[in-house]
């Protein structure tokens, strides 16, 4: 086998992994079988398994995290129909996957950073460009004039990214998806809105 290819299978693996059972709840041996790479070959690759973990992060985000933000920088849809498109599409994989393992990125914020300088210095890294790229769209909806408000572009992208993350977490607790609706309406119904909007709410 090819020094890319059971690299490859090994962040494959490394990625299912973590997301289903955490750092803490899958070891080198699970993660080299499932790949069907020999154990001892583990750290020609990677250092420890927590240089491993990043480079899973690192894997997970660029094969679909930040694939899956693209749409909010589609200048072909209004920026407003953006973010809606783009929580609903996430809700819909939460959805298919019955709720049980929430985000990657969250999940291991909660459990590992703790341990890890390392992986909580590149997880800032991942959500602080969560929340440009999210920014960046919620300064375009101001700037179109599809909504109101006077705060930051990107602290309102903060909150939402927060916000949903909240959401996420409490979704694997409930295994339903109140959690993603409470937000989406509180979103879209005050928060992301023109005044006149607010106003015909109330």
Request: aromatic share 8%; hydrophobic share 40%; with cysteine.
């Amino acid at each position: 086998m090819k020094h890319a290819d059971s690299r490859e299978q090994l962040l494959n693996a490394g990625v299912e992994a973590l997301h289903s059972k955490g750092f803490n709840g899958c070891g080198v041996q699970e993660i080299t079988e499932a790949a069907g790479v020999p154990k001892g070959s583990f750290y020609n690759y990677f250092a420890s398994k927590e240089a491993f973990s990043v480079e899973v992060l690192e894997h997970y985000w660029e094969e679909g995290a930040r694939r899956n933000l693209a749409v909010l920088s589609d200048e072909s849809i209004p920026a407003l129909a953006r973010l809606k498109t783009y929580f609903a599409q996430r809700a819909e994989v939460h959805a298919k996957g019955h709720y049980e393992r929430g985000c990657m990125l969250g999940n291991l914020a909660t459990e590992v950073t703790g341990q890890s300088r390392l992986v909580r210095d590149r997880l800032a890294g991942m959500f602080a460009g969560w929340v440009r790229v999210m920014a960046n769209c919620v300064r375009d909806a101001r700037d179109a004039g599809e909504i109101d408000s006077d705060l930051d572009p990107k602290i309102l992208a903060e909150f939402l990214v927060n916000g949903w993350q909240g959401a996420v977490m409490r979704a694997k607790v409930d295994r339903d998806s109140s959690a993603m609706d409470q937000f989406t309406k509180v979103v879209f119904s005050t928060l992301l809105v023109k005044h006149a909007e607010k106003t015909a709410v109330h």
